[in-house]
């Protein structure tokens, strides 16, 4: 019992399960089509070939392409950038930044794995729909300011482990499905509802995996 204390200590992860009274994990962002509603738009969404990498370069360091702009572009001006909103909105027991909107510290039950995560260096915020994924299937023939709102659009971001993010990276649902199968059906109800909202296209093993994420909705 003492060594599965001592990692639980170093590594912020509970290995305990969650009590009744800890945060459910199976929140979704606000304006997630409910599970009916995303049957219908994915069954709608364009089905093709995944297009072209060229052109995609999301670093923005030093001049580089940086095709969806800045990351966390406060694009609502209101002096908070959206990796703060997405921290303060999905964490518990938040600590701002002294005088600040950044958060410095907090709780956060990872929907993706069903763990408990402590310390914000131990969080990143996950596209739900890859950037690069976008890319291919529609936002390569976007104007700039088009992909630097989707790169930011709060519907498709959540906090989560950053192991568990460097895991998923960019891969899409037929590669990729969250290790807590409970999430299933809200991971497959945000993804469907960014293809849906950017009219992004679906390739055909990606609209069977969500297709199978869905049916877990019941």
């Not at 989560?160 to 999430?183: L, Q």
């Not at 497959?188 to 199978?212: C, D, F, H, Q």
Request: glycine share 8%; charged share 20%.
């Amino acid at each position: 019992m003492r060594w599965l204390l001592l990692i639980i200590l170093l590594t912020g992860c509970s290995a305990i399960p969650l009590s009744s009274s800890a945060p459910q994990v199976d929140r979704v962002p606000t304006g997630t089509l409910d599970a009916a509603t995303a049957r219908t738009s994915l069954a709608a969404l364009p089905v093709a070939a995944p297009g072209r990498m060229d052109g995609y370069v999301r670093d923005c360091a030093d001049g580089k392409a940086c095709v969806f702009g800045q990351p966390w572009f406060d694009t609502d001006g209101d002096g908070c950038d959206q990796r703060s909103q997405v921290l303060a909105r999905d964490l518990t027991g938040v600590e701002r930044k002294p005088g600040r909107c950044g958060v410095q510290a907090g709780t956060l039950d990872d929907p993706y794995t069903g763990s408990r995560v402590t310390g914000v260096s131990k969080i990143q915020i996950d596209h739900v729909v890859p950037l690069a994924e976008m890319w291919r299937s529609g936002a390569s023939a976007w104007a700039p300011e088009q992909r630097l709102a989707a790169a930011n659009d709060l519907r498709n971001l959540v906090a989560v482990s950053s192991k568990v993010n460097r895991s998923k990276s960019d891969k899409t649902p037929d590669e990729w499905m969250p290790p807590n199968a409970g999430y299933a059906c809200s991971y497959g109800r945000i993804y469907v509802t960014v293809k849906a909202a950017y009219g992004l296209s679906v390739a055909p093993a990606e609209r069977s995996a969500l297709e199978n994420a869905l049916t877990a909705c019941g």
